[in-house]
């Protein structure tokens, strides 16, 4: 076995010789991977609780005696969380780019259970919205720190399914969000005020088991040896690789070509926005119109179905969950069946299909429902259509910004291309569209529907221009890091 050598003293910027991304790399897909992604994509569930639990229990916010929400107000509330998640996401993802990945993703799911809990016991608009911000900020720090954990774990030619997967269980917590809403505002079982109280605490309890299921995780190799921890990384691939052995598995113990890498404290911020937006600007062009097109598709559309529902068929808000649950079930589908797409036919191909079929099918739905030729149920089935679709492309989008970066700035370019396609896409248009749905036009949602359509039209066809190739390469190979050293 080849192990990593340190080259003078690394804390002061030596260099170190190591195979352990190799090694990370060439590993089979096993019991400690899927440990991983269910201890740490849970956080993709939660955040579908969160948002499918606020829109589900829409009209309760407005039938509540203390809160007495206008549709307006909500999609206010929906931003306030969105804009907690763009400037959580950025504020975390700097600092999981120094701290480390495994002191962050403890320090965001903390953040997110205590606010949650807090919303649960909220008695106004304003402590509403400030506890929905930190709640937001809480996920979007979690996005930076979980998604590059992940990326830096799981071996190359898994990456993009595993990602695309992950990112879709979001739909699992969507569908428990909308079972949820079912029962808790069954007025047999709560009043509608305790209710959606109830629905803001249950994340706060699934919050403590997940804090346990992460206490075994490692730091990231990878990152640990970019600043000179060089012992603590090969002490973790060494007890990885005998875990994997203890099972059963025999390993390739072939040599590998080592790298060469220069430890470093941390990153500039010059060198962190040098690196993003001159050295590798055509991936920035990609990242940031792929982010904002899904985040406007997603979270204009998504957080103001209960309304449409509600304001355009009259369709009970103890009923919502029932029209919720298959459109979460046919976005958790796609990314599971055709996510290993990515990883065979290709990024490109499959960013531009899957980007370009979604925003055809998002413009043919709006002009069905402005047209009022489809009932609540028709319109449904088309949603869950259009987002088979639709998230695997949003998925992409975190898997693409993730891996085109070099490992030094990984977790804050995830934070800033996030932060700015939500800030675009996400914050905006669940506000603009609620306005749109409170004028009582269908011509007028419409409009906010072509405009999510030309959103991932036109991302799809830079995708096609400039999309990197980065399909079963190691993370290394897609982006040199900052602190190789020939």
């Known amino acids: 076995m080849q192990k990593t050598v340190p080259n003078t003293n690394p804390e002061a910027g030596g260099s170190i010789q190591t195979t352990i991304p190799q090694r990370l790399d060439r590993l089979p897909f096993g019991r400690f991977h899927i440990l991983v992604i269910v201890a740490l994509g849970i956080t993709w569930i939660l955040d579908g609780l969160e948002v499918t639990l606020v829109g589900a229990i829409a009209g309760a916010l407005k ?65 509403f919205a400030i506890c929905r911000f930190f709640t937001g900020a809480g996920i979007g720090g979690e996005y930076t720190a979980v998604n590059s954990t992940i990326q830096e774990l799981v071996p190359a030619r898994f990456r993009g399914w595993t990602d695309l997967a992950i990112n879709g269980s979001f739909w ?65 691939i060494g007890d990885v690789e005998a875990e994997f052995e203890r099972e059963g598995y025999v390993l390739d113990r072939a040599a590998l070509k080592p790298t060469r890498l220069k430890a470093r404290t941390h990153t500039p911020l010059a060198e962190v926005a040098s690196s993003i937006f ?58 599971l069946l055709i996510g290993r797409y990515f990883d065979t036919w290709g990024r490109r191909p499959m960013l531009v299909l899957t980007y370009g079929v979604s925003g055809l099918l998002l413009a043919v739905t709006g002009l069905l429902f402005a047209a009022d030729l489809v009932t609540s149920w028709q319109l449904t089935i088309a949603w869950v259509v259009v987002f088979f679709f639709g998230s695997a492309a949003a998925s992409s989008a975190y898997l693409t910004v993730s891996e085109s970066f070099p490992l030094e700035v990984r977790a804050l370019a995830i934070a800033i291309f996030y932060a700015v396609g939500t800030g675009v896409g996400g914050i905006i248009g669940p506000y603009f569209l609620g306005h749109l749905i409170d004028t009582g036009s269908r011509t007028s949602v419409l409009a906010g529907y072509l405009i999510g359509s030309a959103l991932m039209i036109i991302a799809a066809g830079i995708a096609a221009m400039k999309a990197v190739a980065a399909e079963r390469k190691p993370l290394e190979d897609v982006a040199r890091p900052l602190s190789a050293s020939d």
């Open 63 to 127: 039938d509540s005696p203390t809160l007495r929400f206008t549709n307006t107000d909500i999609g206010l509330a929906t931003s306030a969380y969105l804009s907690g998640a763009v400037l959580g996401a950025i504020f975390f993802g700097w600092l999981t780019d120094r701290l480390g990945r495994k002191k962050l993703f403890f320090i965001t799911l903390i953040t997110y259970m205590l606010a949650t809990v807090a919303t649960a016991l909220s008695w106004n608009f304003a402590t």
């Open 172 to 236: 699992l917590g969507a569908a428990l969000g909308a079972v949820g809403a079912i029962f808790l505002l069954n007025g047999a079982f709560f009043s509608p005020e305790t209710g959606w109280r109830l629905a803001f605490a249950i994340g706060g309890g699934i919050s403590v088991i997940i804090f346990a299921m992460r206490l075994w995780i490692p730091e990231s190799p990878r990152w640990l040896l970019t600043h000179g921890r060089a012992k603590e990384a090969e002490k973790i």
């Open 278 to 335: 001159r050295t590798h600007r055509d991936r920035a062009i990609v990242g940031f119109s792929l982010m904002a097109a899904q985040a406007y598709f997603y979270n204009a559309i998504f957080f103001t179905y209960a309304l449409v529902l509600s304001s355009f068929y009259g369709v009970p808000t103890n009923r919502i969950g029932l029209y919720i649950l298959p459109f979460a079930i046919g976005n958790f589908l796609g990314p």
